[in-house]
C-alpha cells in the first residue's frame, strides 16, 4: 500500500527558497510517475510538476525555471525545489502517485494516492 507523507513547507519571504519532499512508505516507489499539485482556498487543485519513472519531467509554466522535481528512488522520496518563490506561490502543496509504469499527465485524475498536503506561504 502507498502511503505519501509530505514535509518542508512554511513561511518564507518573496524571492526565497524552499524545498518539499515527500516520503513513500509503499515499495513501488520506482515504477511510478510522481507529480506535486497545489491548491488554495476555492480553487481547483492545480498541477506543478511530473517527473517519470524515467526521470522525464514535465512543469506547470507558472513554475518553469524556479521549481525542480527530482526524485531518489533508494529513499523512495519525492522532492521539490523552489526557489525565486512569490506570493502567488502560496497554497498547499500536494504529492500525487500515479499507476505503475505509466506516463504522467497534469490531470489530478491520473493520481492514485496523495499525501495530506504542507502549506507553503510566501509573504510580499
Known amino acids: 500500500q502507498v502511503q505519501l507523507v509530505e514535509s518542508g513547507g512554511g513561511l518564507v519571504q518573496a524571492g526565497g527558497s524552499l524545498r518539499l519532499s515527500c516520503a513513500d512508505s509503499?515499495?513501488?516507489?520506482?515504477?511510478?510517475?510522481m507529480g506535486w499539485f497545489r491548491q488554495t482556498p476555492g480553487k481547483e487543485r492545480e498541477f506543478v510538476a511530473s517527473?517519470?519513472?524515467?526521470?522525464?519531467?514535465n512543469y506547470a509554466d507558472s513554475v518553469k525555471d524556479r521549481f525542480t522535481i527530482s526524485r531518489d528512488n533508494v529513499r523512495s522520496t519525492l522532492y521539490l525545489q523552489m526557489t525565486s518563490l512569490k506570493p502567488e506561490d502560496t497554497a498547499v502543496y500536494y504529492c500525487?502517485?500515479?499507476?505503475?509504469?505509466?506516463?504522467?499527465?497534469?490531470?489530478?485524475?491520473?493520481?492514485?494516492?496523495w499525501g495530506q498536503g504542507t502549506q507553503v506561504t510566501v509573504s510580499s
Open positions: 500525487a502517485a500515479g499507476p505503475d509504469w505509466t506516463a504522467p499527465n497534469q490531470a489530478s485524475a491520473f493520481y492514485t494516492y
Open positions: 509503499g515499495r513501488t516507489f520506482s515504477r511510478k510517475s
Open positions: 517527473i517519470s519513472w524515467t526521470v522525464s519531467t
